[in-house]
């Protein structure tokens, strides 16, 4: 039995034009009616994924800047604050890598410095809340996550430079051009867990979709663990299940209608 659903945003629920599914309103209900919590797991932050849920945000648990930041009806359920001499050396290594610009995620806003157009243009299609900072190692604010915008593709380019750090911190290849860098328990797996355990579920008891390496933990802490037909090549390989249908074609909803007999 499901009782509980953790669905990632880019490129498995989203579309690639970063629409919802056409049928995703007339589900969620169906789905709240059964009496499962339903968690939306994002390496975006608190303030954009809120709006893509404007209406029911409430009824929604929100496991966002990958998990290092958990938010339930305007209660904090998870906060995993870097600590500043990290913050400090992470930015300094981001210095000479080329096409790589760091962010800086608090709770509520993104820092970034005024530099490059095209990053630019790319990160503010996912933080409305920022500000522009002549150098972010003397930001203040509480950061739960740095995200490099790595032009030249993440995987490649700068997760090399920050691979040696996985022992102690969570480096995470988020998507092409992403690369998340938080605390060891800031992560999506982390963040299910403490889910499940305050409203005891087990891991048997829950529903993933992910489709790429941010997702992973979550991929492997979960009865029903589904990567979307368009996941990267390790999500495919360590998911039980792979859905029918890709981000695309509302392969999520697809699934959940399928398994829930809807």
């Known amino acids: 039995m499901i009782k509980l659903i953790a669905i990632d945003l880019d490129g498995s629920l989203l579309s690639d034009d970063k629409k919802l599914p056409p049928d995703f309103w007339q589900l969620i209900p169906q ?3 059964q009496g499962i919590t339903v968690v939306i797991a994002s390496g975006r932050p608190f303030h954009n994924i809120a709006a893509v849920f404007e209406s029911i945000k409430d ?3 929100f496991a966002c800047d ?3 930041y ?3 009806a305007h209660e904090e359920i998870l906060v995993s604050q870097l600590d500043k001499a990290s913050i400090k050396k992470f930015i300094e290594i981001s210095r000479p890598i080329k096409d790589a610009y760091p962010v800086l995620c608090s709770k509520h806003i993104a820092y970034l410095e005024d530099c490059d157009e095209t990053f630019k243009k790319q990160a503010l299609k996912y933080y409305q809340e920022f500000k522009i900072v002549e150098d972010l190692t003397t930001v203040a604010d509480m950061i739960v996550k740095i995200s490099l915008c790595d032009l030249a593709g993440s995987e490649t380019n700068s997760y090399p430079f920050y691979k040696q750090f996985e022992k102690d911190f969570k480096i995470a290849v988020a998507g092409e051009m992403w690369l998340d860098i938080t605390n060891i328990d800031g992560s999506k797996g982390n963040a299910i867990r403490a889910i499940q355990d305050r409203l005891n579920i087990s891991a048997a008891e829950t529903l993933v979709f992910g489709d790429y390496l941010n997702d992973l933990d979550m991929i492997q802490n979960a009865g029903y663990s589904y990567a979307m037909k368009n996941a990267h090549p390790d999500i495919l390989e360590a998911a ?5 249908l890709d981000n695309n074609h509302g392969g999520v909803t697809h699934t959940i209608k399928k398994l829930l007999m809807l």
Do not use: D, Q
């Open 66 to 68: 990958n998990g290092s």
């Open 70 to 72: 958990v938010v339930h």
């Open 59 to 61: 009824h929604l648990y």
């Open 240 to 244: 039980k299940y792979v859905t029918e």
């Open 31 to 33: 789905i709240f009616e």
